[in-house]
């Protein structure tokens, strides 16, 4: 691959809970995101990979080869210089705890059998990062909530819910 981008995710909500990104896909961190979350919906979100049955999904597999047929692709991919685009639920148990972007130059899109491998491989990396999530949650003074928010519509709510429905 010729970048990666890695989240860790709160299992609940499915936001992301800290993230790490490589050139070009740093500097195109909103246009990902506005993808991701928008209202327009674009194939293999991670949302919908996190509910799937095989956490594992591949841009030209999911296009069938016409990787102009996706939205993030002509307007953030393709510009970048980027071809096929690999992304993984990291589950333990079903519970996804992050995700994994592997970016690819070029014509050459992701085989069988390197999905194969990453299916292997995501219950371990998403086993690493639950404990890490989990060593880390220390108990907070005051307690924070995330709430996405698109058009007016609230679209999902993450963190301290008892207190925002409470007062």
Do not use: Q, Y
Not at 22 to 37: G, H, I, M, Q
């Amino acid at each position: 691959f010729d970048a990666a981008f890695m989240a860790g995710a709160d299992p609940d909500t499915l936001l992301f809970t800290s993230a790490f990104a490589e050139e070009p896909l740093v500097t195109s961190a909103p246009l990902f995101l506005d993808n991701e979350f928008g209202a327009s919906t674009d194939v293999n979100r991670f949302v919908d990979l996190a509910r799937a049955r095989n956490p594992v999904a591949s841009l030209d597999d999911a296009m069938s080869g016409e990787r102009g047929a996706s939205a993030r692709w002509r307007e953030i991919m393709g510009p970048l210089g980027l071809g096929d685009e690999l992304r993984v639920a990291l589950r333990v148990d079903g519970t996804t705890w992050g995700f994994l972007c592997l970016h690819r130059s070029g014509a050459m899109g992701f085989s069988a059998n390197e999905m194969a491998v990453l299916r292997k491989v995501a219950p371990h990396a998403g086993e690493a990062v639950r404990r890490v999530a989990v060593a880390t949650n220390a108990p907070a003074e005051a307690a924070a909530a995330v709430i996405l928010v698109v058009d007016h519509i609230v679209l999902a709510v993450g963190g301290a819910v008892e207190e925002i429905e409470g007062g």
